[in-house]
């Protein structure tokens, strides 16, 4: 089945700490990846997709074939990085497959 | 464009009422999403459509819930009856077929 995986459930940071959210995802084929943001009562907004390899308010994201991740990171976080992260996968025919998401919690 | 636009913002119905979201998509784009948001489920994909026929419908949860897709347009994902555990935020998202947009939700409460 393809299965996208994010561990952490919530991660509270320090602004100003390096944050990384973590996104493992199942193995078929090469799938199109992408990290998705809602913040707060909000819709979700693509936020990066790996094919772009962009940076995207101060957040990238390497795509690991070897380990199968997507991280997504952030040198050094901000109040107003505090939202939903979703990890999402392309499936074999054009649906989108989504994590189960990690609450992003930075605290001043 | 404005983007993926659905209707109503807010339902607020009683408990075995019908409900009738709505959405309409990105022009040309030729895949439509619908997803359930809870806080206990995450997001949940109900139905998909590419090119207004339904593909996969395996997380509609019941024959309560159905959806149509009648033209590019527009897209309807009905609930009846409906009940309390139906509340939820129904988001619709339209796509080309890699990533996709959403729309700002349905927040449906259902008494």
């Known amino acids: 089945a393809q299965r996208v995986t994010q561990p952490e459930k919530l991660l509270s940071v320090f602004k100003g700490a390096p944050v990384e959210l973590k996104c493992n995802y199942s193995?078929?084929?090469?799938?199109?990846l992408f990290w998705y943001v809602q913040y707060s009562r909000q819709r979700l907004q693509l936020l990066l997709r790996?094919?772009s390899r962009e940076s995207i308010k101060g957040f990238t994201a390497d795509l690991n074939k070897g380990e199968t991740s997507f991280h997504l990171k952030k040198p050094f976080a901000q109040e107003e990085d505090s939202a939903m992260y979703y990890c999402?996968?392309?499936?074999?025919?054009?649906?989108?497959?989504f994590g189960k998401g990690t609450k992003l919690s930075v605290k001043p | 464009d404005a983007g993926v636009i659905q209707s109503p913002r807010h339902e607020v119905t009683e408990m075995g009422q019908e409900v009738t979201l709505r959405c309409k998509p990105i022009?040309?784009?030729?895949?439509l999403f619908w997803y359930r948001q809870t806080m206990m489920r995450g997001l949940e994909l109900l139905i998909y459509?590419?090119?207004?026929?339904?593909?996969?419908d395996s997380g509609m949860p019941e024959d309560r819930f159905s959806a149509k897709m009648p033209n590019a347009s527009f897209s309807t994902l009905k609930i009846q009856p409906s009940e309390p555990r139906d509340s939820a935020v129904y988001f619709c998202?339209?796509?080309?077929?890699?990533?996709?947009?959403f729309g700002q939700g349905t927040r449906l409460t259902v008494v």
């Open positions: 022009s040309g784009h030729d895949y």
């Open positions: 790996h094919i």
């Open positions: 999402a996968r392309g499936g074999s025919q054009g649906n989108l497959i």
């Open positions: 459509f590419n090119n207004n026929v339904p593909i996969d």
């Open positions: 193995y078929s084929g090469s799938p199109e």
């Open positions: 998202a339209s796509s080309l077929g890699s990533g996709a947009f």
